[in-house]
């Protein structure tokens, strides 16, 4: 595809394929040209391009030279570079072109002169004054962008230059230059630049330049050190910190603000982030930048003294010396380490300091923040794990070893392991000469031993992250050291009051604690400590008793906060309940590894209720399934009395059903059964028949039908003699959905009609409205469609609050209709739908919609609409692992596929519907793949490629006989 190139800025040339355009020579066809690509994204009516460029000709005239000059541009230009419609005109920005204007904002050296230079059209006025507006606009967009990439660019001065030379009044960037002259020990290049500025505004405009400006003046002359930080050639690249950069020189720019304490901890990126910010904003001070190093500091008066380069002497005391330097000084200080030197006295001198020298600003990097009423913390947390970290981690590595080779995942663990922590990533990237990301995590994981550097000139506060804790610790009272130590018990976040429980840490200590950044405030009264530093605690922390009995406390608090809430895991509360165990939820975690590590059967039980429930509403089914199973081997070990036995009991059939959620079949038929066993142990009917429901439900998936109807038989008459109308309900319900799935349907009338009537005598309202949408399903696969609508709408009228179960009823009555093609009404109940189910956090609800959602655009004709609902669908079923609507949505996108042509695409989606479908039986299913197979079958004769799709339709369980006949014959 050929290359169109148009070069504007300076003398007009255009090329194609880097060849000068010698045909187009009609000046007005390249001013049209010009004009059309500056608006890319715009079309334009003939009747405004007429104007722009023929304004002096009639409308006749001036619309025949448009034709002929559109005509010249098509025969002259690669096709397709303009869109040519019949009203309107425009540049196709799709087509292969490259613009100079677009490179300069990146790269000056394509600046070679203002827009359209020399370039002169007769007769067109509106032209000309597009013409000036254009170049107005292009020379102050330049002047931005080149304004904002000199803030963090390595050479500024020439992109400096470029500005000036564009708009040579603006004084800013006069200013910024001598900054840099000063900063790059320049003086006579400063001083120059000031002439150059003062002369060209007394000649041009009559006024001096700014107050600010002429200070910078006087330095230059005085030759007052612009700086003394480090050359920027002497540091590593600095990496990300994007928003950091950006907060702080907002802060530094506001007059407002005197005093910025960077608070984090040690090894964190406080001092290269301050070097970095103060670089960039050194041209904002007059008096510039003064680094004061304090890291084997005593007092802060003799390092200042140095760093201003002042020779104190004997006749005043040294601070009141200090002070009549800075009082008439516009500076910022720049005191690193401050905590080496943070003491009452310290203090006292800064506040001193702000009160005598109103124009010095104060950048403070510390471990401690100062509680000064003037003082700015701005925390410093890690990198971003995502891209920083990673990126600082490469970039090391490679220093390491050029030829490293990037592992991203291990890469991305390290990071996570030491939480963007840029100190503990170099060292951790320091090693990948001698081990694989993958060992030096491993280790990081273990303990912080890795974490250390092994070259000569490291600082030695840098030696290790062990190093780095212990120089933090060491600045802890014994009462703060004990609170902390105590505190390391607590995982991830936690709040005030479990502090204060199981550590005894009151509001007083945990305000000091955060303020010297060993806890990282996360809001509404929640802490967190670096893991990495709760690591290196609980390694120097040789007290196993004290430890245990911490654990015991822990155990204790989070599982009675456990106890408290188990009656409300249910209904509405429930996801108020699971917010709040969000943010408790590896405390609670670690209590039950606890209580399984002391075989605490107290524990255990308490924490049973809500645990899984928590879990499984959560989608993390197989965390909740190791937690359970650790649960189960400390229960084992543990005399076989009939507490513990229940106990087993209950865990058993939480794992089970668990391991169903997940389609774990085979492994929760054998949990089950061994709960079964555990429970019939200790005669305990109920939870005995609890089990045995959940185990029923369990041979139905595995298609173990006929048992299944008779394990309900036995349950329905064992509560009737335990007189559970509750769950002999809950088992006639589930007998009648088993029947209507073996094809039973007489039967499945019959037994849900039951449920239906004892329902109503009970009173139960959500069971009730759950009885009538099973009677609905049957008459629905009867292809009684007005009683199936008649019971659904009666379920949907009952009074409960399930909003769940609303909108799951306002979808089956949407799917009766469109059984009946009535397709306004399931428009209307799919509405409803929405309405119900855009408040809930329920994506199960939302995968049914979009499912009949596609449905309905389908039968509508709307295939692209039904392809994206199903599609939707089907990504939301597989993320919650729900096997059996998510193969609906893959064997409907076969259907549409077969009918658009696409046999390869339908087999695949067949193929991947049906292994989702493996090991379950259900009738929608069965008729999915009927539709498919007849679908397939009509468009296609070759059945080799797809042999191994149409073997598993006929090994699955859930395919209908008459469908495994069908597919056999396709054989």
């Known amino acids: 595809m050929a290359t169109l190139k148009l070069f504007t800025l300076g003398t007009l040339s255009i090329t194609v394929d880097d060849v000068p355009l010698a045909r187009l020579t009609n000046q007005k066809a390249q001013a049209l040209l010009v004009y059309l690509l500056c608006q890319r994204d715009a079309l334009f009516s003939r009747d405004h391009l007429q104007t722009l460029l023929w304004s002096d000709k009639p409308l006749r ?60 059209l007769r007769g067109a006025d509106v032209w000309d004054e597009w013409l000036a507006i254009q170049r107005e606009s292009v020379s102050a967009d330049l002047i931005q962008k080149w304004e904002q990439s000199a803030e963090n660019h390595p050479n500024p001065i020439p992109l400096l230059q470029r500005v000036i030379a564009l708009n040579p009044y603006r004084e800013q960037p006069h200013r910024r230059l001598m900054a840099l002259h000063l900063r790059n020990g320049d003086r006579a290049a400063a001083i120059a630049q000031y002439e150059t500025l003062a002369a060209l505004l007394a000649d041009e405009i009559g006024v001096e330049p700014a107050a600010e400006t002429q200070a910078l003046y006087r330095r230059a002359m005085t030759a007052a050190p612009a700086h003394n930080l480090p050359h920027p050639a002497t540091l590593t690249p600095f990496i990300g910190r994007t928003q950091a950069l950006s907060d702080l020189q907002t802060l530094l720019r506001d007059a407002q603000t005197r005093l910025i304490t960077l608070l984090g901890l040690g090894g964190v990126g406080k001092t290269r ?8 904003n050194s041209d904002h001070f007059a008096d510039g930048v003064c680094l004061v190093d304090l890291t084997h500091a005593d007092t802060l008066t003799i390092p200042l003294a140095n760093a201003l380069g002042i020779q104190l002497s004997g006749q005043d005391s040294a601070e009141t010396q200090l002070l009549a330097y800075l009082k008439e000084r516009h500076l910022l200080l720049l005191l690193d380490n401050f905590e080496a030197v943070h003491a009452t006295p310290t203090l006292s001198f800064i506040q001193q300091i702000l009160r005598a020298a109103p124009q010095v600003t104060l950048l403070i990097t510390s471990r401690e923040r100062l509680r000064l009423h003037l003082e700015q913390v701005y925390r410093v947390d890690g990198l971003g794990v995502e891209d920083e970290a990673v990126a600082l981690f490469e970039q090391v590595a490679r220093r390491v070893e050029f030829q490293f080779s990037a592992e991203i995942q291990p890469m991305r663990r390290i990071c996570e392991l030491v939480e963007g922590m840029p100190l503990a990533i170099e060292l951790a990237a320091a090693w990948t000469s001698d081990l694989s990301c993958q060992s030096i995590a491993d280790q990081i994981a273990r303990d912080l031993a890795i974490l250390r550097s092994t070259y000569h000139d490291t600082p030695e506060r840098h030696h290790s992250l062990r190093v780095v804790f212990q120089h933090t610790w060491r600045r802890l009272d014994p009462h703060q050291q004990t609170v902390f130590r105590a505190l390391t018990i607590l995982h991830a976040g936690f709040d005030a009051t479990a502090a204060q429980v199981i550590a005894s840490a009151s509001p007083a200590t945990l305000r000091a604690l955060t303020d010297k950044a060993l806890l990282q405030p996360l809001g509404d009264n929640r802490f967190r400590i670096h893991e990495r530093l709760r690591q290196f605690v609980q390694t120097e922390w040789q007290e196993p008793h004290t430890i245990n009995l911490l654990r015991d406390r822990h155990a204790d608090y989070y599982s009675d906060w456990l106890a408290q809430r188990r009656d409300q895991t249910n209904g509405r509360a429930a996801k108020a309940v699971f917010a709040q165990l969000d943010g408790r939820f590896a405390n609670v975690v670690a209590a039950w590894r606890w209580a399984v590590q002391s075989v605490n059967r107290l524990w255990i039980e308490r924490n049973l209720p809500i645990l899984p429930s928590y879990l499984q509403a959560m989608g993390r089914q197989v965390e909740l399934i190791d937690l359970l199973e650790t649960g189960i081997a400390a229960v084992s070990t543990l005399p076989t009395d009939d507490t513990n036995q229940r106990l087993l009991a209950r865990l058993l059939r939480a794992l089970g059903l668990t391991q169903r959620q997940i389609g774990r079949f085979v492994a929760a038929d054998q949990s089950l059964q061994q709960a079964i066993h555990y429970a019939q142990q ?8 609890r089990c045995r429901g ?19 038989d036995a349950l329905i008459d064992l509560f009737r003699q335990l007189d559970n109308n509750r769950y002999r309900l809950i088992a006639l319900i589930s007998k009648g959905l088993i029947e209507r799935r073996l094809g039973d349907y007489p039967a499945a009338d019959t037994t849900l009609t039951h449920a239906v009537a004892l329902a109503e005598q009970l009173d139960f309202a959500q069971l009730t409205a759950s009885a009538y949408n099973s009677l609905a399903a049957v008459a629905l696969s009867l292809g009684e469609y007005d009683r199936a609508y008649h019971n659904y709408t009666a379920a949907r009228q009952l009074p409960f609050e399930d909003r769940v179960m609303l909108a799951t009823l306002e979808i089956n009555l949407a799917q009766v209709a469109l059984r009946q093609q009535q397709l306004a009404i399931a428009a209307q109940h799919l509405e409803s739908t929405e309405t119900l189910a855009s408040p809930l956090d329920e994506a199960d609800v939302h995968g049914l919609l979009q499912l009949s959602r596609g449905e309905l655009a389908t039968l509508h004709g709307d295939t692209k609409t039904a392809q994206q609902a199903f599609a939707e669908s089907a990504a939301i079923f597989e993320r919650l692992n729900n096997l059996r609507f998510g193969s609906e949505a893959q064997l409907w996108l076969g259907r549409l596929a077969a009918d658009a042509g696409e046999f390869g695409a339908a087999f695949g989606y067949l193929e991947k519907g049906l292994r989702w479908a493996e090991g379950l039986s259900a009738e929608s299913l069965a008729i999915q793949c009927e539709r498919a197979i007849t679908h397939l079958r009509q468009q296609t004769t070759n059945p080799a490629p797809h042999r191994a799709t149409l073997q598993a339709i006929i090994a699955n369980p859930a395919t209908h006989h008459h469908i495994r006949q069908r597919a056999a014959q396709f054989l």
Do not use: M
């Open 273 to 280: 982030l301050a070097l970095t910010c103060a670089a960039a």
């Open 694 to 712: 959940d185990h029923a439900a369990v041979q139905a998936e595995l298609g173990q039908l006929d048992r299944a109807v008779l394990t309900y």
């Open 61 to 120: 005239k001036g619309r025949n030279s448009l034709r002929q000059t559109l005509y010249h541009l098509q025969q002259t230009l690669p096709p397709d570079t303009l869109i040519l419609e019949q009203l309107n005109i425009g540049f196709n920005r799709a087509c292969d072109h490259w613009f100079d204007i677009d490179h300069a904002q990146v790269d000056p050296a394509y600046y070679r002169g203002e827009f359209l230079q020399g370039f002169v």
């Open 682 to 689: 200790i005669e305990d009917l109920l939870l005995t028949a």
